[in-house]
């Protein structure tokens, strides 16, 4: 088996299914990050980030160094990302920005006067500063196209100008933002148009329409119109409020076929974790689960306390689909799982020694010990990134990936993870040289289907994960899966499925922890427990040839410092003053396979 440094690069064999027709293709693993806010963002200009545009957005991925846009001191990626989507609210999209560059359509207007003059005196709480009649007037403006068609065009131009294909793909795109109530709906939305195509539209936001229905009735019409692909990426479930994966539509109407099939179409992956957390799984709704518990923010966004909800969380609502599909014999909860970031400041700062984050406004560790801001960083994840398997690194190839849902998520670490679904894989495929094309050949890649059990031969997945060579060792490979009882009742269950070193489970079936190596006196860790990599063949024990399932892979990292731990050593207080852990076990999350009877 190859070691894992040379698997993230490699350039392997694979073969897609398709119509009972094979057809080789090349697939290698690409790194990004589909959701960066800059100085366009209306919330990121009030949160300090004033310099940051797009250019510092991209220049900043492909790893080049730019100026922190509060600090004013160079900062630098550690490793280039391979793609970047620069999604900055549409929502008064370039207000305050284009207003202090002295965009003349702006300052035409007395409400632009005003708020020229507000941010001079107050950079920061210039909007906020606004006479009410004034704020009235600017709201109403700025709904209108030509207050918005310049900047969506140096959005557009700025993605066109960083765009390489073959070396780092941008994708123009923006963030319909609709909080009801504080709760989150936000989608993220970005497209394979480039230059005209891009301009012959205006960004889809929530003054158009409240409802994510209406926003796809307008991507299948734009998409219609110009030939551009889209996807709608929906983030931050986690503080839903019980609303992302509800069981009813925006008009509280019971699911149809019709709408599942949209919500499918156009909502192929969702994002699973970012810096305001994790929307995996809850441990109150799964309380069997030892590893349920990470990264979660129990938080709305306006700060209020939020109950656990299975409308929240991605492992509730791929359980849901397959008793919704049942129902109405479609799944609207058929989706891929990717990470992404959501900075605020344009910088894609995902590892924890380098954590810089959400807001421009909580940069220093000084500033994070009594910070008063709402998403104060230490509560904060410094996450995630999407692993994408693509056959090349351009607009369509990547775009494609995310259709077919060959994505997975990661906490922040590029952990290189495979896995193949089919019913032939043997043990010895495991240990092949080439495990992809092995894969592609018995079986079908992450986010795929399988159907009609052959001898009603149980399913097997193929895994392979490298760690990050950057990142700590690999603890342990677990499969969830979800299915539908005898009675139509979703379930689920977490399978250790390989782990390093040789410990045993216990009488329970309970595998003992990895161990932990982190000073908390240093920040520093060893690599002396866990593995470089782990496969294995994982067969369900389990299997009914008559129950829906899914099984999704999920990739645990030993032990190594949080970002609080860092800032704690750095400040010279206990970790405990963070009120945060000290440690955090990395993780990657495959995409799932589906089995349909």
Known sequence: MRHPIFLIGATVLSVSL??????????QLYWGDTHVHTKISMDAYMTGTFNADPDTAYRFAKGQPVLHTSLRTRVQIDRPLD?????????????????????????????GKALREALEKEQARGLRNLKPEDREAMNADMKKPEFRQGTWEGQVDAAERHNDPGRFTTFAGWEWTVHPGGKNLHRVVFTTAGGAAAKSFLPYNSNDSQKPEELWQWLEKTSAATGAKFIAIPHNSNISGGLMFDLVDSDSRPFTAAYARERARWEPVIEMTQVKG???????????????DFEIRR?????AATPANKADYARSALLRGLEVEQSIGVNPYRFGLIGSSDTHTALTSVAENNFLGKLATD????ERHNSKIIFPAWEMSAGGLAGV????????????????KEVYATSGPRIALRVFGGFSFAPKDARAKDIAAIGYRKGVPMGGDLTAAPGKRAPSLLIHAAKDPLSGNLDRIQVIKGWLNAAGKAEERVFDVTWSGDRKPDTTGKLPPVGNTVDITTAGYTDTIGAAQLAAVWQDPEFDPGQRAFYYVRVIEIPTPRHTLYDAVALGIDVEETKQPATIQERAWSSPIWYTP
């Open 83 to 111: 793609f970047l989507v620069v999604a900055d609210h549409a929502e008064n999209l370039g207000l305050q920005a284009e207003v202090m560059a002295g965009n003349p359509v702006f300052l035409a207007t007395a409400w």
């Open 389 to 404: 398997w693509a056959s090349a690194n351009t607009r369509d190839d990547l775009m494609a990936a995310f259709q077919r």
């Open 18 to 27: 398709l119509c009972a027709a094979v057809e080789a293709q090349v697939t």
């Open 299 to 303: 938080k709305l966004l306006a700060g």
């Open 363 to 366: 940069a220093l560790p000084e």
């Open 278 to 292: 994790t929307s995996e799984v809850h441990p109150e709704l799964s309380p069997n689960d030892e590893f349920a």
